[in-house]
T-cell receptor, first 109, second 115 residues
Framework: EDQVTQSPEALRLQEGESSSLNCSYT??????LFWYRQDPGKGPEFLFT???AGEEKEKERLKATLTKKESFLHITAPKPEESATYLC??????????FGRGTSLIVHP | DAGVIQSPRHEVTEMGQEVTLRCKPI?????LFWYRQTMMRGLELLIY????????DSGMPEDRFSAKMPNASFSTLKIQPSEPRDSAVYFC?????????????FGPGTRLTVT
């Protein structure tokens, strides 16, 4: 059974304090790892797809990396508006993804 | 593009009543997903349609839940009869056609409260 574990469950940062969120996964035949951002009261918003170990993608102050066992979402010098829950999901074979429980990020001004 | 549209945004009903949630996917997307999100269980996939055909409904909790997709632009999720444990936020998501494009576009969700 596919498993996705995100850590930490919650993270509080000061504005400008860089950090990383972790997504550990157990899946045979990974066909994609996805990062989403979810703001309170809204649906998840797609950020990145990573397909193979060693791959990296960047978007503004976010950078996602992938190894054979985990993915990291690095946030550089975060701003309060980047406070949200960040979700990780994995997919194998079919379209059906398995989501982690998410990391709730709060960035204080 | 208007994005994925869901209605209603909020629904409060009494136990035993029928509830129907509605979704309009993004035009041109050929896959549609219904999810349920709770604090306890996170985001759970309920059912997945491809080209209007249900492909996997193994996440549907029990026979009280049913979903239909009569055409490419409309889907419903029905709960009959509803129970308090069905209280959750229900999301609909769609995916564009293409072998290498699996990103999902989520709607704003329907917050269901069953009293």
């Amino acid at each position: 059974e596919d498993q996705v574990t995100q850590s930490p469950e919650a993270l509080r940062l000061q504005e400008g304090e860089s950090s990383s969120l972790n997504c550990s996964y157990t899946v045979s035949g990974l066909r994609g790892l996805f990062w989403y951002r979810q703001d309170p009261g809204k649906g998840p918003e797609f950020l990145f797809t990573l397909y193979s170990a060693g791959e990296e993608k960047e978007k503004e102050r976010l950078k996602a990396t992938l190894t054979k066992k985990e993915s990291f979402l690095h946030i550089t010098a975060p701003k309060p508006e980047e406070s949200a829950t960040y979700l990780c999901a994995v997919r194998r074979g079919s379209y059906i993804p398995t989501f982690g429980r998410g990391t709730s990020l709060i960035v204080h001004p | 593009d208007a994005g994925v549209i869901q209605s209603p945004r909020h629904e409060v009903t009494e136990m035993g009543q029928e509830v129907t949630l509605r979704c309009k996917p993004i035009s041109g997307h050929n896959s549609l997903f219904w999810y349920r999100q709770t604090m306890m269980r996170g985001l759970e996939l309920l059912i997945y349609f491809n080209n209007n055909v249900p492909i996997d409904d193994s996440g549907m909790p029990e026979d009280r839940f049913s979903a239909k997709m009569p055409n490419a632009s409309f889907s419903t999720l029905k709960i009959q009869p509803s129970e308090p444990r069905d209280s959750a936020v229900y999301f609909c998501a769609s995916t564009p056609q293409g072998a290498n494009n699996y990103e999902q576009y989520f709607g704003p969700g329907t917050r269901l409260t069953v009293t």
